[in-house]
């Protein structure tokens, strides 16, 4: 869905925002910037260079503007995402604008933390408590191959920044890709396990060439599972958050991992959030093109009512779920865009 094929703003005033199917929307992931320090192999090709531009930015006062009216309709959770977030200067000021929008009780982040230990205090004292970090691997030759040259300790360092900072909890996010990073399942639950953070397995998605490229070593997470069950006591259990996420306890470990599985067991039809870009474009689904052009009709003089109306036009076009295993190469924006 593109531009071309908008509907008008519908003029339903009901509380909430509920899509065609009935889902609650109340999560939202705002792109502060496409823009990246590293290139993840199954996220951006390793000389890309055509980011949107600064002028097309939307400016933290428009980001702030459209967080509000999604609060308004009901949306609670917002994560502020990238590319890479703290490649955007006036990221502490745009988080400490979002922290007193009424309404708003999560606010959170998610980084690969290279730049971290800069800014934890910042960001902290600008409200954000809550911290996804992208970490592939704890090897530094692995970890540079998968990031296009990024540099393990930088990471490592960022993120115990945030942890004596007092980030809490900090999720360490590991896209799992066989014969790639696989063989490291057990030292990351020790890592999480040691530093109190929360592991997060991550099925590779086809988004964009270099993701289609990346999910020739797609693992199916059901495979790890049923090997830790062998090693290990799992306890299932529910953890705070607005993700997809299905949690374990390692009960020899004391620590929580958790399962992303867009593929292997998709869960589309409890989905609660939308993505809003960098550029002001609204992703109404990972997995498909459907979108919402926002940033013209913030500049045109639109009231907060009319914005809502948009907001509620956007929620209509989501679609039921994406096609990932009918159609993995429909998807041609790279993760970096809509934030992941």
């Excluded at 090709?45 to 999604?70: C, S, Y």
């Excluded at 052009?293 to 913030?298: K, Q, T, Y």
Aim: with cysteine; net charge neutral; aromatic share 6%.
């Amino acid at each position: 869905m593109t531009s071309t094929d908008l509907q008008s703003p519908m003029n339903n005033k009901c509380s909430g925002l509920i899509d065609s199917f009935g889902r609650s929307i109340d999560y939202l992931r705002v792109s502060v910037t496409d823009r990246c320090d590293l290139r993840c192999r199954y996220c951006l090709p390793e000389k890309f260079k055509d980011f949107t531009t600064p002028d097309h930015w939307l400016t933290i006062d428009e980001v702030t503007r459209v967080v509000d009216a999604f609060a308004v309709l009901g949306v609670k959770r917002v994560r502020l995402t990238g590319g890479e977030p703290l490649l955007r200067h006036d990221l502490p000021q745009l988080a400490n604008q979002l922290k007193h929008i009424q309404g708003i009780d999560d606010l959170s982040l998610s980084s690969n933390c290279t730049r971290m230990s800069q800014l934890a205090d910042h960001l902290y004292s600008a409200g954000i408590r809550r911290l996804n970090v992208s970490l592939d691997t704890l090897r530094a030759e692995r970890y540079r191959e998968i990031t296009g040259g990024g540099k393990l300790d930088k990471a490592l360092s960022g993120i115990e920044a945030a942890r004596t900072c007092g980030f809490d909890p900090i999720k360490i996010n590991t896209v799992l890709m066989r014969g790639v990073n696989d063989d490291e399942v057990d030292d990351l639950l020790n890592y999480c396990a040691e530093n109190g953070f929360i592991l997060r397995l991550i099925e590779s998605m086809p988004v964009g060439r270099p993701g289609q490229r990346a999910h020739k070593s797609y693992i199916d997470l059901q495979e790890v599972r049923h090997s830790l069950e062998q090693r290990y006591e799992l306890i299932r259990e529910l953890l705070p958050g607005g993700g997809p996420a299905s949690y374990f306890k390692v009960a020899d470990l004391n620590v929580h991992f958790g399962l992303i599985t867009p593929i292997s067991q998709h869960f589309c039809e409890s989905c609660n959030r939308l993505r809003l870009t960098v550029d002001g474009t609204l992703h109404l689904c990972l997995g498909q093109n459907h979108q919402y052009p926002l940033r013209d009709i913030l500049r045109s003089g639109v009231t907060d009512g009319e914005l809502g109306d948009h907001i509620r036009a956007a929620v209509a076009l989501k679609p039921e779920r994406h096609e990932f295993k009918e159609r993995p190469e429909q998807v041609v924006h790279f993760m970096s865009s809509t934030g992941g």
